[in-house]
């Protein structure tokens, strides 16, 4: 990318992309989803931030990449870019995954200086990584394990604060590099790099989760599941049936959460306490849903308690956000299905809080207090709790949050005259 085009408002980087390579603009939002895996841009939204009728704020992180790779693979493979088909984007990944790559340890040797984004190396461990891309059977190693390891747990920190749409690439790209080396390095170095991929799968569909995009998050989950499985990574292969199950809440499909939470319990995964706690309190979620009897919900909800007092929660990496405020705040979750929104609100008030949830969590929580306060007939508080859960998700891009206040908008269909009740609406549709 030249520093022009850096310079160079994004709908007019748009624009001259499209019409250089001979897209369409449907073409172009083909090529601009395989590359980010934001499956949401589409036609018409191309269109609108062409004409300047929508500014991309939420997305322009990832299109800003997108479009570093799309302008590198015109300027290389000029010949082919203007297929533009789905069909040709896919013929086309190894090209993109290539520039992927290169834009990954761009990345990671300038992003210091910038102020942001993942941590710099140095010109040795450049050199060394950029070996190993070129001949991994020879220079990939231990300390290739440990960079890759170190970028992805700053991907992970930074989504808290960057939102998954800014996270999106940094993790495909770190995906595409660990891939290329763990084809050709030696088995004991493979077996590590396919670990951390599955770890990176699972992150990306978490990404993709919290952005409301399902069909890409059950994509990554099922990769992460695969790359575990070559990895032979037991707990971790439990740890994404967990990650499956938490995702049918979204979906509110309480068979499947059910029947995925029970296989984390039941399955030969050497869980550790923590893991095994929260999959128990899926299981009482999923009856929940089910309209199971109080009895067997309190009773999975008292062996998850039982299992969170034997866990070593500070050591544990799976599961690193289950602590005993999210359980509580998980339970309040539960009372409100099982017509206790009293109960739930009062454990709300007294878990959660700003200093304990990242901000963007407390957002999404905050949404299913709301939920609560309308189940109770408090319709003014509910638009109140919503209208702030509404400025977090915003803040940090969580469509999870924003499709957990929909919900709550129709939870209030009956207030919908009332004047707090209606300013909450109108800022969700602004």
Known sequence: ??????REPLPDRLKRLRKAAGMTQGDLAARLAVITGIYTV????????????????EWMPALATALQVEESYLTECPQRIGAGSPEAADEDWEQVSALLRRAFLKHGVTAAAAGAGLPAVGVADLQHITAALDNARRYADTTIVAYFTTQLDTIAAQDRTRGPAAAVPDVLALIAAAQKIA????????????????????????????????????????????????????????????????????????LRMLSLAEAVQDGPWQLPAKVLAEAAQQVARGHALLGTDAPTIHRHLGYARDLLDQADIATVSLSPHYDEATFHVQVAHTHTLTGHPDQAIAAYEQWLTPGVFDRRDYGYHLAFKAAAQARAGDADAAARTGLAALRI??????????????RLTGDLRPQWQRPRVAELRQAIVS
Do not use: C, N
């Not at 990318?1 to 850096?6: A, H, L």
């Not at 590590?192 to 069909?215: H, M, N, S, T, V």
């Not at 998700?393 to 929909?406: F, K, N, P, V």
């Open 1 to 6: 990318m030249t520093p022009s085009s850096e």
């Open 42 to 57: 589409s036609q018409p939204e191309i269109s609108r931030w062409e004409t300047g009728k929508r500014r991309p704020t």
């Open 183 to 254: 084809a050709e390095a030696r088995p004991d170095v493979r077996a590590r790099l396919l670990r951390l991929i599955a770890r990176a799968a699972e992150l990306a569909g978490w990404f993709y989760r919290d952005l409301a995009a399902e069909q890409p998050a059950e994509y990554w989950r099922d990769r992460a599941m695969e790359w575990a499985q070559a990895g032979a990574d037991l707990p971790m292969q439990g740890y994404v049936l967990l990650k499956k199950a938490q995702a049918a809440w979204d979906t509110r499909d309480g």
């Open 393 to 406: 998700a915003r803040d940090t891009s969580s469509a999870r949050t924003h499709a957990a206040l929909i």
